[in-house]
């Protein structure tokens, strides 16, 4: 009923040209549609100008044809892209804009239809001879490719004439590849989709696998290997190493303790034996030392195989006709001269040469120094002569063998100077895990305030006060460690230990601290560099002494190290360190001039100064070390990739770490050492090596070792780098730093022998002197038989008496025949035995021979089986007759003798053998049988004559 409603409804009535809906929903929709033609028409009323300067008179506003202006908007926009592709040029613009009449047009239309099917006719010509087209060419027809597009490609197949021959090449190729497995490959590679570079590197990948899988088909050792089940083998073959090295030293232990002579008494006293005895109970007036061996060596020899002297105290003691040797071996044999060698030589049936021709040879040096002769001034100095040693004549002569595992430093920096300066980078030299710390290593003190006193006392007092200092500080701040300090020449020697003495006087509670005889430990010694060698210590101080004097003037006199062997006498002094070792002076590397004729000696000293300060050789360049393999590379990139600093190919000659992860928290040390199986592990011939030595003395040195294999690695690689992050990580924990363990060869020792250990023997030589087994047994005579003794006993059935004969041999072999006879007469009862007795018996014992019951040597009836008859004391019965006896228990008594009292004279032992026979007097045809015993004996080559004229046991 409202008016508003009513009016609105009328002028919405009026909108429509019909009747307008019913339904409400229906008339808003119309009213929405209407509002938005309105809003479109007042948009077309604001584009009027616009819609006139783009279309001209077919604009009319809401009243122009769509139509119309879309057929002039097309042909717009083709005239642009014509204009802008140069089918339309300016020119053709021009002309159309002024006019252009059909009798000028038709003759250029004809002339472009002849040149477009000259074209079309070139084209196909063309396509049909390469075999083409242009869809196969440019992806579309001819027709719509531009002339440019064209004019490109045939200008490139111009340029390309003469390569053409490749490109068959390529064609007969690629038809040769499509018959082989490789086909698939064809198709991307004329795509361009892959490189040739990738090609390549592909199918090596591919054919590395395959030829792998073969390989992991084909050996069951690859198939089944198991990096975990492996290291536990090598953990159990290096326990077993390690047990069968105390094994043996156990055995030789035993051996040796098996071989020892017993000693007892009642040996002759001219014996070896007695003679020793009877010195070991004199209390004065001992017998010299060279007589002694003269007579009683080869039992010393016995009791003490192995003598430890020097070439002048072996000549001294040993009389070269009396004493042998089967093996001589000579150490430090550089220092020994060829004559002072030779009787050592002449002693021994081999030899074994131990030195270093690089290091100190034998000179004459003190000989000048005794004779007070300066060698201050380098015109006025004595040429100090080395002479060549018996190392330098026998390396001439006979087959050498170099020793390369070097043992003593505990860090690279220690021998580096000398590998490379004296042993051209040979040393097999295992790396340290710390690589900078005060405590290992080589080190430099440079002293500038200190002055050298050249031309008077040749001592560089202050600087021989601040070694005495170091000295002083290394006893109270590390007693543990050993000590020596070297010097270049003795009045330097003599200074310093003038003021370690007087720094011991203040501090006297350090005195037990310098070692000795009663004190623990290696001494501290204070040498020269003729003197040190031979020496080492964990730590060693080295006073220079020479240097800048009072003007601040150097000179390039070093005393020795000038003269010829100079260099040797450094390599000695620079070599003694286990640990550490500083070096002192009051000038650098860069102050000591070097003339154009500077020793070598002087040269490496310059070299070796430069190394203590800088850790670098003179003009030695920076050289990256690859890794070995592409293993180990693998590794390398992993591990760079997880954000770790990785060092490759650690250390210094001889022998490196793979591998070595730094510590992030003290970059001066190294965490883990990696270990790749690569060629040092395969080229490696012994397994001891190989699997226990290596990784022993790294561990010693204090690494700890990683070991990845690259099995593991190429079979399940993800395992294998979980477990390489898990070691790493395990490995940064904090690690215990005490003194460096030593190699557990040396550490495990079993005690000494003489400690009463199980091992070392049971008994002395005491105790084993008076419980000696006798040296013979008691004659033993049968006393009955198995036979009854009834009737005639020459007409016993032979059977019956070879029973008899048998048995008497087997209580009394070997027995002579006569005293078978005489056992059987005397069995019987009876008081002679006549030829017909004698008949009987010799028939019984030869029908007791052919059933093997005995053997028959001579006069002699043997028990089968017995080659070395028993030595028997003859009483009362039988009768001591040497007749009686055979040649075999003779030779046995003569060996019992010397077994006893070893050496002994001929006389000597006749008499003794014949005692042990039972004999209470020697007559003179019980003396030539024995000595006819004896002479057999040295002829079969079981006895020899001694160079002292005693007969003795060829002991074997």
Not at 55 to 70: C, I, M, N
Not at 564 to 586: I, K, Q, S, Y
Not at 811 to 825: K, M
Request: charged share 25%.
């Amino acid at each position: 009923m409202s008016r508003s409603y009513r009016h609105t409804k009328r002028l919405i009535s009026d909108l429509y040209a019909a009747p307008p809906p019913k339904h409400r929903e229906e008339i808003l929709d119309d009213l929405g549609k209407l509002v938005d033609c309105w809003e479109r028409g007042e948009r077309l009323r604001e584009l009027e100008a616009f819609g006139r300067a783009q279309f001209g008179a077919r604009w009319k506003g809401t009243e122009s044809s769509v139509v119309q202006l879309q057929e002039l908007a097309d042909f717009m926009d083709f005239f642009r892209h014509a204009l802008a592709s140069g089918v339309l040029t300016p020119n053709a613009i021009g002309l159309a804009a002024h006019g252009i009449t059909e009798h000028q047009v038709t003759p250029v239309i004809a002339a472009i239809h002849a040149s477009t099917a000259g074209f079309q006719d070139a084209w196909t010509r063309l396509t049909a001879s390469l075999n083409t087209s242009s869809e196969r060419l440019f992806g579309d027809p001819v027709e719509v490719v531009s002339f440019e597009t064209l004019r490109s490609q045939l200008t490139l197949w111009k340029e390309c004439l003469p390569t053409l021959h490749i490109w068959a090449q390529y064609l007969a190729r690629r038809q040769a590849l499509l018959a082989t497995a490789a086909a698939p490959i064809a198709d991307l590679v004329a795509k361009d989709m892959l490189e040739p570079e990738d090609l390549i590197e592909c199918f090596n990948d591919n054919l590395a696998k395959a030829l792998l899988d073969a390989a992991f088909a084909d050996r069951p050792a690859l198939r089944e290997f198991v990096g975990e089940l492996h290291e536990k083998k090598i953990s159990r073959f290096a326990d077993l190493d390690r047990q069968l090295i105390q094994l043996n030293r156990k055995r030789l232990l035993a051996t040796l303790y098996q071989r020892r002579p017993t000693l007892t008494g009642g040996v002759s006293p001219h014996s070896e034996a007695g003679i020793l005895l009877g010195e070991f109970n004199r209390k004065r007036g001992h017998m010299p030392i060279r007589k002694l061996m003269s007579l009683a060596g080869s039992l010393v020899q016995q009791i003490k195989p192995c003598f430890m002297m020097s070439p002048l105290s072996l000549a001294q003691f040993l009389d070269p006709k009396c004493v042998r040797f089967d093996v001589v071996i000579f150490d430090e044999a550089s220092q020994v001269r060829p004559e002072d060698a030779l009787g050592a030589l002449l002693r021994a049936g081999q030899a074994v040469i131990m030195g270093d021709t690089r290091q100190l040879p034998p000179t004459t040096f003190f000989d000048h120094m005794i004779t007070g002769q300066d060698h201050e001034d380098s015109d006025e100095a004595a040429s100090i002569a080395d002479m060549e040693s018996i190392l330098h004549h026998c390396r001439r002569s006979f087959m050498t063998k170099t020793l390369r595992w070097h043992y003593r430093s505990r860090h690279q920096s220690l021998i580096a100077v000398s590998n490379q300066e004296y042993y051209g980078n040979q040393l097999l030299i295992y790396p340290s895990p710390i690589q900078r710390d005060g405590s290992l290593g080589l080190h430099f003190v440079h002293l500038p305030r200190t002055t050298y006193d050249r031309g008077h006392s040749r001592v560089n007092r202050e600087e021989a006060r601040e070694v005495a200092k170091r000295v002083i500080e290394h006893l109270e701040t590390h007693p543990q460690k050993s000590l020596g300090v070297g010097t270049f020449n003795v009045e330097q020697q003599r200074a310093i230990l003038d003021e370690i003495e007087r720094l011991l006087l203040l501090r006297p509670t350090l005195e037990k601290r310098t070692g000795g005889p009663d004190g623990a430990g290696e001494p501290l010694f204070v040498k020269n560099l003729e003197t040190i060698q031979g020496d080492e210590r964990d730590v060693i101080f080295i006073s220079v002494g020479y240097g800048f004097d009072g003007a601040r003037r150097l000179t390039t006199n070093f005393g020795p190290v000038n003269n010829d062997g100079g260099e040797r006498r450094l390599n000695v002094l620079f070599t003694r360190a286990r640990e550490r070792c500083v070096v002192f002076a009051n000038f650098r590397a860069a102050d000591l001039p070097l003339p154009p004729d500077a020793p070598l000696g002087l040269r490496i000293l310059k070299q070796f100064l430069q190394y203590a300060e800088t850790g670098q050789f003179m003009n030695a360049g920076v050289s990256q070390v690859d890794g070995e393999s592409p293993f180990e590379d693998s590794v390398y990139r992993f591990l760079s990739d997880h954000h770790y600093e990785v060092h490759r190919q650690v250390g210094a000659a001889g022998f490196r770490v793979d591998l070595a992860v730094v510590d992030p928290k003290h970059r001066g040390r190294y965490i883990l050492g990696i270990e790749c199986d690569g060629v040092p592990y395969h080229s490696s011939r012994v397994a001891r090596e190989r699997d226990r030595l290596r990784q022993e003395i790294l561990e010693n040195l204090g690494w700890q070792i990683y070991r990845v294999w690259s099995t593991d690695w190429y079979r399940d690689r993800t395992k294998a780098q979980r477990k390489l992050l898990d070691a790493i990580e395990a490995a940064k924990a904090p690690q215990p730093r005490g003194r460096p363990r030593r190699p557990a060869s040396i550490a495990n020792l079993e005690r000494d022998p003489r400690d009463g250990s199980p091992a070392a023997g049971q008994t002395s030589t005491q105790t084993r002197s008076t419980a000696a087994t006798p040296l013979t047994r008691d004659y033993e005579i049968c006393q009955d038989l198995p036979i009854p003794t009834w009737g005639e006993l020459h007409d016993v059935y032979v059977g019956d008496l070879s029973k008899a004969v048998t048995h008497i041999v087997e209580v009394e072999g070997p027995v002579h025949f006569d005293e078978v006879v005489r056992r059987l007469r005397s069995l019987w009862g009876l008081r002679r035995a006549g030829d017909r007795i004698r008949e009987a018996v010799a028939r019984a014992a030869r029908f007791a021979e052919r059933n093997h019951k005995v053997v028959r040597r001579g006069d002699f009836l043997w028990p089968p089986g017995m080659t070395a008859p028993p030595v028997r004391r003859r009483l009362d019965d039988p009768p001591a007759k040497i007749e009686l006896i055979c040649e075999e228990e003779i030779a046995e008594a003569v060996k019992v003798v010397l077994n006893t009292q070893f050496a002994t004279a001929q006389d000597d032992l006749i008499l003794r053998v014949s005692r042990l026979l039972g004999f209470q007097a020697t007559h003179q045809a019980t003396a030539a049988r024995i000595k006819l015993t004896i002479a057999r004996l040295m002829e079969t080559g079981a006895l020899k004559l001694g160079a002292s004229g005693m007969i003795d046991l060829v002991r074997r």
